[in-house]
C-alpha cells in the first residue's frame, strides 16, 4: 500500500488520483460491464500517467 501512496503523490491531477482510489477500492472482477469500463480506462490512465 506504501507504493501506492507514493504513486498518488507522484500524481498532481485529481483525476488521476480518483482513479488511483477507485482502483484500490475496487478489487474483485467486475459483474458489470460499466464498471469493468471504469477500471479499464483507470489502468490505462495510470500507466499512461508516468
Known sequence: MSANGVRVKKYRSPNTV???EFALTFRE???RTQDHRLF????NLMTSAR
Open 29 to 31: 472482477p467486475a459483474s
Open 40 to 43: 479499464y480506462i483507470c489502468h
Open 18 to 20: 480518483v482513479c488511483m
